[in-house]
């Protein structure tokens, strides 16, 4: 299988994925490490693919979105963006919105903490 073909599978099998640096548990990179506490914070149940450890996945990710930077967040099959965009996305109110329009769950009140102590 192709890393095309694995980063399709793995977007379409999972409603958020986020391709990043480590693991959610250990991530390797701050950016990296930014979007997955924002998520594990909100409660959020993701997959979590670790570009290290494969170099195909690694710059298939990157070829697959046209974008040149990890992390990278998927949510129901769409790219997100990376750790700029999540970060003013969480901050702004909209990434709560995209999770309610896409049915995720997350923890409403973690995300208002967020906002508040960011205020």
């Known amino acids: 299988m192709s890393a095309e073909e694995q980063i399709r599978e793995t977007i379409t099998d999972n409603d958020v994925v986020l391709y990043m640096k480590g693991t959610k548990e250990m991530p390797q990179c701050g950016f990296s490490s930014r979007v997955a506490g924002v998520l594990n914070y909100m409660g959020v149940s993701f997959r ?9 996945i690694r710059q298939g990710i ?20 990376g750790c700029d965009i999540i970060t003013e996305m ?7 919105q995209l999770f309610d329009q896409n049915g995720v769950s997350y923890d409403k009140d973690a995300a208002d903490k967020i906002r508040e102590a960011n205020g």
């Open 62 to 81: 990157k070829d697959f979105s046209d974008w040149p930077t990890i992390p990278q967040l998927y949510v129901k099959g769409e790219f997100v963006g």
């Open 90 to 96: 969480t901050l702004s109110g909209e990434l709560d």
């Open 48 to 56: 979590d693919v670790n570009v290290l450890a494969d170099d195909a």
